[in-house]
Nanobody, 123 residues
Framework: QVQLVESGGGLVQAGGSLRLSCAAS????????MGWFRQGPGNEREFVAA????????TYADSVKGRFTISRDNARNTMYLQMNSLKPEDTAVYYC????????????????WGQGTQVTVSS
């Protein structure tokens, strides 16, 4: 069982930047894909980005391409989401998640979740 803890959320003005972190423990970090999801007010949870176990492959939702960058540091068992050019519609609780394998292209297989961190973008 993997434990996931997010940090780095907060309040930022539109156009600003934030970096989220997700610390993982409980299993061999390198062997598993990792990803970020978000749930905005009144919305269903949606996929944001994912990264393969090695960090060599990534995928993004169209809504964040070119603005967000996912990365990981396997030596620190930590994943990151650098968010630039933030928009009010990026306001959401952001969740770190992991599947039971290196399935970064399959968001439906992500079954382990962190508690979430709030990101609020003011206009």
């Amino acid at each position: 069982q993997v434990q996931l803890v997010e940090s780095g959320g907060g309040l930022v003005q539109a156009g600003g930047s934030l970096r989220l972190s997700c610390a993982a423990s409980g299993r061999n970090f390198n062997n598993y894909a990792m990803g970020w999801f978000r749930q905005g007010p009144g919305n269903e949870r949606e996929f944001v980005a994912a990264i393969s176990g090695s960090g060599g492959s990534t995928t993004y939702a169209d809504s964040v391409k070119g603005r967000f960058t996912i990365s990981r540091d396997n030596a620190r068992n930590t994943m990151y989401l650098q968010m630039n050019s933030l928009k009010p519609e990026d306001t959401a609780v952001y969740y770190c998640a992991a599947p039971d394998g290196d399935y970064y292209l399959f968001p439906s297989l992500f079954r382990s979740w962190g508690q979430g961190t709030q990101v609020t973008v003011s206009s």
